[in-house]
């Protein structure tokens, strides 16, 4: 079996060369949460022990914070499947590309599912030869890149370079680019304009993570509105 | 502070309520043929995503609550994005966003 053996190595390759960016900005984010969460009270195992369970970046900083003001398991918990919920729609996105794949390992995918991981594979899925297995490989080395920091950062803020290298603009310089690769025409240009201007405004009056998903929603569905409008407009003028 | 059980209680009920949505969808959908219409919806989805998770941060807006045009995080973007277009390289991206950051910094001090 040594074609499957090679096949493996080429997978692991792949999914770690395509996740390498994402670990470059979960790594200064990491840090940060670990050394908060810290502050907060937590020992780097139990810091670990969320970012393995949770994994996921923004709602445990925001977990965090609130524990530190004092507040009870129920709001923090209700916040975080808020600040959430926009992965039902990412989870949405990819079931498409993982048709007849297993139940279990499906299951296991889920896991990995965040903001990043989610445009990058969703990008690979759409431009090249790409499998769930690779994509698999890239959530897991971006989840191990997050677990490990975030434990780093636990041991306190000597091991954080604070604003060196520009490293706190990682992860915004990644959403640039995830986003840069999603614009294949006019009408995503103007989905995402419209998506991030509702999203500012939305989250003037509305703190928490519930704009993101409110202002996608509303925004895609102008979208498919303008495309079926863009047709039928085609139609009767040829 | 809280620690201990309550703790472990907590960081459960997290895992839960962050893993359900990641696995709802894609176990009940990835089973079946969806409508064209929702097809389509769901491929707006993912620049929609990007762009409300983006814009509200290179603004300030969740901190500041008022907008600033001239946040160091808002102009290096632009350059930032024109590499990205013009490059689609994920890794080169974020290396260069770096890089313009830090200069930013160190200009606009």
């Not at chain 1, 794949?101 to 990995?112: D, M, Q």
């Not at chain 2, 620049?47 to 995080?73: F, K, Q, W």
Request: overall charge positive; proline content about 4%; aromatic content about 10%.
């Amino acid at each position: 079996m040594g074609g499957g053996a090679r096949d493996n190595v080429t997978t692991i390759w792949e999914g770690t060369k395509a996740a390498w960016p994402i670990c470059l900005g979960y790594f200064p984010a990491g840090l940060a949460f670990g050394v908060i969460a810290q502050k907060a009270g937590l020992s780097p195992m139990e810091i670990g022990l969320m970012s393995l369970v949770v994994f996921a970046g923004s709602s445990q900083f925001i977990a965090v914070s609130m524990l530190a003001s004092g507040a009870g398991i129920l709001p923090i918990v209700l916040t975080t499947f808020t600040v959430n919920l926009r992965n039902m729609l990412m989870s949405s996105v990819l079931a498409f590309q993982l048709r007849g794949v297993k139940k279990r390992w499906i299951s296991l995918f889920a896991y990995g599912i965040t903001d990043e991981s989610f445009a990058v594979n969703l990008n690979a899925f759409r431009s090249r030869d790409w499998d769930w297995r690779r994509a698999l490989m890239v959530n897991h080395v971006s989840n191990l890149s997050w677990v490990g920091s975030t434990i780093l950062g636990g041991y306190g803020s000597k091991f954080v370079p604070q604003g060196s290298f520009g490293i706190d603009y990682a992860l915004v310089a990644m959403l640039l680019c995830l986003l840069a690769l999603q614009l294949r025409n006019g009408l995503d240009l103007l989905v995402g304009a419209i998506s991030g201007v509702l999203a500012v405004l939305i989250s003037l009056v509305l703190p928490g993570g519930a704009c993101v998903i409110i202002a996608s929603v509303i925004a895609a569905t102008l979208g498919l509105v303008f495309r079926k409008k863009g047709r039928s407009s085609r139609e009767a003028g040829s | 502070m809280r620690t201990g059980p309550n703790l472990l209680g907590l960081i459960v009920l997290m895992g839960v309520v962050t893993y359900l949505p990641r696995w709802f969808p894609l176990v009940f959908l990835s089973g079946r043929q969806l409508p064209l219409w929702l097809r389509e919806w769901l491929d707006f989805v993912p620049v929609a995503i990007l762009s409300a998770l983006l814009l509200p941060v290179l603004l300030g807006a969740g901190d500041l609550r008022h907008l600033n045009l001239l946040r160091p995080e808002l102009i290096v973007a632009v350059p930032t994005f024109v590499f990205a277009i013009k490059t689609r390289s994920l890794g080169g991206t974020v290396l260069l966003g770096m890089a313009f950051f830090w200069l930013a910094g160190r200009l606009l001090r």
